[in-house]
């Protein structure tokens, strides 16, 4: 796809991060944009931006409440693009929205494992199920699932548990390279693309903590205190002495570093996304680190889970995540 002026984009997760730059770049293009998140007040806050710029007469923003691991909260949302935007039809799918967390099946609950994977799994899956049918209905389209860096490599580091997001992300790459083959035999006006970015300046720590919690707010719940100290000491810090307003303060301060040190913005990301949409390339590797990364896996797989290789790579393109 050239051009997305006058064509309709759905966005999940378009609240804030890289859905929300994704929707500001693809309405200054003349793009109509119909997102979702579970988060009303960042989704106006996107619309707000969005509309900072002179929209092109007749130009629709619209937003809807939604939940992408429950499929009848998608269906809803089809439903009210349908009315809303007035189609039958759309001609982007960025299936964006995830969270982080679950990560351990010993220290993690049951609900945290599964609502992880089933908002980053579960999402795109039903993502794609919810929206093929307008998606086929249009000249030309092309579906973008959200993967990781975590989509060839599970881990973040040798002191935490990742193993819900790994699955998840694992499972959306391998999903949207067998859909290649299926839309070119089905569909073959739908392309797709899977993003596999590294580290992005955005706030997914703490909307995954607010997401996972079930609270909607910043500060760590009681049960969450705990957790956040044994991540301490993972780490090499001896959390004992400190009190729970310290380790407040610890948590509130990693969520701010993994927004504002990453090496890449969100904007920065989804000018990347879209570029690679244009260029019809299936694979879309976004940062440096990203690519890197592939490069080292592959040259090495045996030893991707070594401790020795987390350190090296992270100094190498100079990850400070913890
Ligand atoms: N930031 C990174 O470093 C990074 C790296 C690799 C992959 N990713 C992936 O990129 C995507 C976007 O993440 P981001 O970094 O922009 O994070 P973000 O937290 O800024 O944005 C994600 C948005 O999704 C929303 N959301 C969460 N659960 C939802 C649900 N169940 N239904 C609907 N909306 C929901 C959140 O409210 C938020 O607005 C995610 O899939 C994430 O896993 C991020």
Known sequence: MKDFAGKIAVITGGGTGM??????Q??????????????????????????VEKLPQGLRITTHVADVSIEEQLLRFRDEIAE????????????????????SLFTSSREQWEKTFNICWGGVYLGVRTFLPMLVKADEAHIVNTSSVNGFWATIGP????????????????????????LRLNAPHVKCSVVMPGHIGTSIVSNSRKVLSGTGSDRLTEAELPLARARLVAIGIDASNMSDEEVQAVAAERAR???DD??????AAAKVILDGVKAERWRILVGDDAKRLDERVRQTPEQAYDPEFFQSFAAEVGWRLG
């Open 257 to 259: 570093r993994f927004r």
């Open 26 to 51: 693809l309405v200054a293009e003349g793009c109509n944009v119909a997102m979702c998140d579970v988060s009303t007040d960042a989704m106006a806050e996107t619309k707000r931006l969005c509309e």
């Open 84 to 103: 809303q935007q007035a189609t039958d039809r759309i001609h982007l799918l960025f299936n964006n929205a995830g969270v982080g967390g679950g990560g």
């Open 19 to 24: 859905g929300r730059e994704l929707a500001r």
């Open 159 to 182: 002191g935490f548990s990742h193993t819900a997001y790994s699955a998840a992300k694992f499972a959306v790459k391998g999903f949207t390279e067998a859909l290649i083959t299926d």
């Open 262 to 267: 990453a090496p890449m913005t969100a904007a």
